[in-house]
């Protein structure tokens, strides 16, 4: 399907832009049915046994957050713990 596509880096930027994710994907699962745009989006959703991507997109981004904080020797949490500290000292 196109979800690889449409998530491609959905782990930096999956708290954002979601809306035009979620209305692409819904089309093309309407299209994929061969039903009306009026067709309820949960209908389509349970039809197709899928999710908006969005909740996908949070999924990937809360792991990935959590990723870069439990992981002590990586660059990024060094940058996170540094981010922190500049954002604490100016308070």
């Not at 399907?1 to 832009?17: C, E, K």
């Not at 991507?53 to 809360?62: G, N, Q």
């Not at 990723?67 to 996170?80: C, D, G, L, W």
Request: charged share 20%.
């Amino acid at each position: 399907m196109v979800v690889p596509i449409l998530l491609y880096g959905a782990d930096v930027w999956g708290v954002y832009n979601i809306k035009e994710v979620d209305k692409l994907h819904l089309r093309f699962c309407k299209y994929i049915l061969g039903v009306k745009k009026q067709t309820p989006n949960a209908a389509v959703y349970g039809e197709l046994g899928r999710f908006p991507l969005s909740t996908l997109c949070k999924e990937r981004a809360i792991k990935f957050w959590y990723k870069i904080v439990t992981n002590t020797q990586s660059p990024f949490y060094e940058a996170y713990v540094d981010q922190c500290n500049y954002v604490i000292s100016t308070c």
